[in-house]
T-cell receptor, first 112, second 113 residues
Framework: QKEVEQNSGPLSVPEGAIASLNCTYSDRGSQSFFWYRQYSGKSPELIMFIYSNGDKEDGRFTAQLNKASQYVSLLIRDSRPSDSATYLCAEAVSYNTDKLIFGTGTRLQVFP | DTGVSQDPRHKITKRGQNVTFRCDPISEHNRLYWYRQTLGQGPEFLTYFQNEAQLEKSRLLSDRFSAERPKGSFSTLEIQRTEQGDSAMYLC???????????FGPGTRLLVL
């Protein structure tokens, strides 16, 4: 049974700092990972995906995947109050599928 | 290119009533998913379609729940004899799958009194 685990938070960081969000997964064979942002009362919004070991950067966001240690991270540089949201980590159930299993999410608070 | 749309956005019903939700996926996407999310939890998979075929249903989906996608375009999710435990956000997502990226609609928030 695949599982994705996240610390529920909240993670509080000052504006301008780097926010680091972490996620661990149970299945060593998992290959595809996704980060969604969810504002309170809204639906999840895809912000990053990563398939290969290492880092993937997109603007202020960097996703990191370490398959040996079975964790995925999302770094948000230059954090802004508008980044305050819940960040959901998800993994694909198997290779070549788009069915996702989600963690419970980490709530991020960026204070001015 | 419009995103995934869902209707209604909010639904309040009394226990025992039936409710139906509609989802319109992104037009070129052939895969459509239904998820449910309760407060403080991540989205939980319910069922998915490839075109008009329902390929998988979660074991968590009781027989009070039924979903259809009759022409491979929009989908409906019906809950019969609603219970208070059905109160949740019902999320629809679509992808060009497999290995496509999953995009969510705005969700339908259901409250069962």
């Amino acid at each position: 049974q695949k599982e994705v685990e996240q610390n529920s938070g909240p993670l509080s960081v000052p504006e301008g700092a780097i926010a680091s969000l972490n996620c661990t997964y149970s299945d060593r064979g998992s290959q595809s990972f996704f980060w969604y942002r969810q504002y309170s009362g809204k639906s999840p919004e895809l912000i990053m995906f990563i398939y290969s070991n290492g880092d993937k950067e997109d603007g202020r966001f960097t996703a990191q995947l370490n398959k040996a240690s079975q964790y995925v991270s999302l770094l948000i540089r230059d954090s802004r109050p508008s980044d305050s949201a819940t960040y959901l980590c998800a993994e694909a159930v198997s290779y070549n599928t788009d069915k996702l299993i989600f963690g419970t999410g980490t709530r991020l608070q960026v204070f001015p | 290119d419009t995103g995934v749309s869902q209707d209604p956005r909010h639904k309040i019903t009394k226990r025992g009533q039936n409710v139906t939700f509609r989802c319109d996926p992104i037009s070129e996407h052939n895969r459509l998913y239904w998820y449910r999310q309760t407060l403080g939890q991540g989205p939980e998979f319910l069922t998915y379609f490839q075109n008009e075929a329902q390929l998988e249903k979660s074991r968590l989906l009781s027989d009070r729940f039924s979903a259809e996608r009759p022409k491979g375009s929009f989908s409906t999710l019906e809950i019969q004899r609603t219970e208070q435990g059905d109160s949740a956000m019902y999320l629809c997502a679509s992808s060009s799958g497999p290995s496509g990226l999953l995009y969510f609609g705005p969700g339908t928030r259901l409250l069962v009194l």
